[in-house]
Each structure stands twice: as structure tokens, then as C-alpha cells.
């Protein structure tokens, strides 16, 4: 069982950045990769981002590719969202999923409000 907490949400104007961190306690290994997910108010929830643990290879939605950057500290086993030229559109509830041989565990969600 992996533990996840998110922080670093919050309100963020248009064109603005926020730097979203996602702390993972448990059993993380090189078989694992962890990512974001967000849900906006009246949608489902959709992919955003995922590192792989061991290679570091990401891969990102259409929508914030050179807008976002994932990235991992292995050490502290951290994840974070580099979050730059915000969009209202980017408002959501950001989750993080870390995920090892087809368990997925998530973080409660941290809320991301762009104004416009």
C-alpha cells in the first residue's frame, strides 16, 4: 500500500504558475510510475502527466504539453507539477496516482483555481 499526500494547490491567475508536490510513504520501486490526474467541476477525471520511477520517461495530455512539467526526486520520493501560463480551463481538482503492477493508489486531491 502507497500513502500520497498532495500539497501546493491553491488560487493562481491567468498566466500565472503553481508548483503542485505529490509525498508518497509505502512501497514505491522501479516497476512503478506516478502521475497527475485533475477533475474539473461537471467532468471526469482525466490524465494530466506521469513520470516512470526508474527512467524518468513522461508523457503528458495534448493540452498542457510545454505548459506542465512532471518531475521526480527518487530520494524523497516526491513528485511535482510545474505548472506555468495557467489557463482558467486548468482549474480542477489535481490528483496524484501512483501506480506499481496494475494497483493504482490515490491522493485525496488538492483544488486549483485559475482566474481569469
Known amino acids: 500500500q502507497v500513502q500520497l499526500v498532495e500539497s501546493g494547490g491553491g488560487l493562481a491567475q491567468a498566466g500565472g504558475s503553481l508548483r503542485l508536490s505529490c509525498a508518497a510513504s509505502?512501497?514505491?520501486?522501479?516497476?512503478?510510475?506516478m502521475g497527475w490526474f485533475r477533475q474539473a467541476p461537471g467532468k471526469e477525471r482525466e490524465f494530466v502527466a506521469r513520470?516512470?520511477?526508474?527512467?524518468?520517461?513522461?508523457y503528458y495530455t495534448d493540452s498542457v504539453k510545454g505548459r506542465f512539467t512532471i518531475s521526480k526526486d527518487n530520494a524523497k520520493n516526491t513528485v511535482s507539477l510545474q505548472m506555468n501560463s495557467l489557463k482558467p480551463e486548468d482549474t480542477a481538482v489535481y490528483y496524484c496516482?501512483?501506480?506499481?503492477?496494475?494497483?493504482?493508489?490515490w491522493g485525496k486531491g488538492i483544488l486549483v483555481t485559475v482566474s481569469s
Open positions: 513520470i516512470t520511477w526508474s527512467g524518468g520517461v513522461t
Open positions: 496516482r501512483h501506480t506499481s503492477r496494475g494497483v493504482n493508489n
Open positions: 509505502g512501497r514505491t520501486d522501479s516497476t512503478s510510475d
